[in-house]
């Protein structure tokens, strides 16, 4: 099940790795992506601190941590491919995993239909 931020980061737990990335509604407005920066493995992040980068043609965004924890690993292929973000945002096109540090915080993330009121009012 996805969890999302209001700044459009989606959140999937698998066991106690979380695998983060930004939400669909984030990449088409942002469109083609051209560049991402991504967090360094064992870093440690604070629940809304910078993770990443992402820029496109338009413009560049911060990517958030949705919830504090240390990163386990990045998906290496967007550095050559960063178009994998547009294409499948919540499949192929995740930026890194983490393990959070608490996991109950992933809990207090919107749901879907959350999420979706929150997009759709904008």
């Not at 083609?32 to 064992?42: A, I």
């Not at 809304?48 to 919830?67: F, L, N, Q, R």
């Amino acid at each position: 099940m996805l969890r999302f931020t209001k700044d459009h980061e989606w959140l999937r737990m698998e066991g106690n790795i979380a695998t983060v990335g930004i939400t669909p509604f984030a990449q088409e407005k942002l469109g083609d992506l051209v560049f991402v920066e991504l967090p360094s493995v064992g870093a440690t992040l604070d629940k809304g601190a910078v993770a990443a980068t992402v820029e496109s043609v338009k413009a560049a965004a911060d990517v958030y941590a949705p919830v504090a924890g240390e990163v386990t690993a990045v998906n290496d292929r967007l550095v050559e491919q960063p178009g994998l973000v547009n294409g499948e945002p919540t499949g192929d096109g995740w930026l890194f995993k983490m393990k959070p540090a608490n996991p109950a915080d992933v809990d207090a993330l919107l749901d879907e239909e959350a999420y979706d009121a929150l997009t759709s009012a904008t």
